[in-house]
């Protein structure tokens, strides 16, 4: 399952069926666009990220087993989800900010994962991240509600919740989703922005011979 809170809605509720994705791949890469294409099905969660126009992301987590696919591959289960149909894309535009920490928290290592907040030590986590001079995201989320908060060297750089284009100031993890019946929490590693190397994934190779190939494996097997 893919936590994340939502940006700046551009599209919601769209059937991928019926589009062409690498054409319409191409009109946001055209118009330099940045944010984050979501696809949802039973079968799983795809995200694809987008900087200014360039691909730099692809993010496919299965809800069948624990696996997960990136780049390429991602993009080619991604096709293959939204072309079997039942599936729903949304398109929310973040700052660019913002989908670099959404990047680093993708190809990130988990600490803690899915802890019960009201039975973990909040405060001791907080205070090792300042102490060891970690960067890390703090996932908190409860049914459909999510908050990121990124720390680059044991600093906070803000807080990312539903709606929000960009990092805001910290908020009170107590007070926020945390304060949620049920809420869990995420502990991962990233890589401090200055760290993190960039690909053009649709400026190395062209997308649409991976969507012919899986619209022809899909249709043949029918």
Same mark, same amino acid.
């Given at each position: ?23 319409? *791949? ?28 360039? #691909? ?23 096709? %293959? *989800? ?22 680093? #928290? ?18 001791? *986590? ?6 060891? *001079? ?22 906070? #750089?803000?807080?990312?919740? %539903? ?56 249709? %043949?097997?029918?």
């Amino acid at each position: 399952m893919l936590y994340l809170p939502q940006g700046k809605p551009v599209r919601q509720q769209v059937n991928p069926a019926r589009i062409n994705l690498p054409e319409a *791949m191409g009109k946001l890469r055209g118009s330099k666009f940045t944010g984050y294409l979501r696809f949802d099905a039973p079968q799983g969660a795809g995200l694809i990220l987008f900087h200014q126009g360039k #691909l730099i992301s692809a993010f496919f987590s299965s809800s069948e087993k624990a696996s997960q696919q990136i780049a390429y591959d991602a993009i080619a289960r991604i096709f %293959e *989800m939204s072309i079997q149909g039942h599936s729903s894309l949304n398109i929310y535009q973040l700052s660019a900010d913002l989908v670099f920490s959404l990047h680093a #928290l993708l190809h990130g290592r988990y600490l803690h994962r899915a802890e019960d907040i009201r039975q973990f030590d909040v405060a001791a *986590m907080l205070d090792k991240i300042t102490a060891e *001079m970690l960067s890390v995201c703090v996932r908190v989320y409860a049914g459909d509600r999510v908050a990121l908060i990124f720390f680059d060297s044991g600093y906070a #750089l803000g807080f990312f919740h %539903e709606g929000a284009t960009e990092l805001q100031p910290i908020a009170d993890l107590e007070q926020s989703v945390a304060a949620l019946p049920g809420a869990l929490l995420d502990l991962v590693e990233i890589q401090s922005p200055d760290q993190i190397v960039l690909a053009d994934l649709m400026g190395s190779a062209d997308l649409a011979p991976i969507w012919k190939r899986v619209r022809s494996e899909i249709l %043949e097997g029918r």
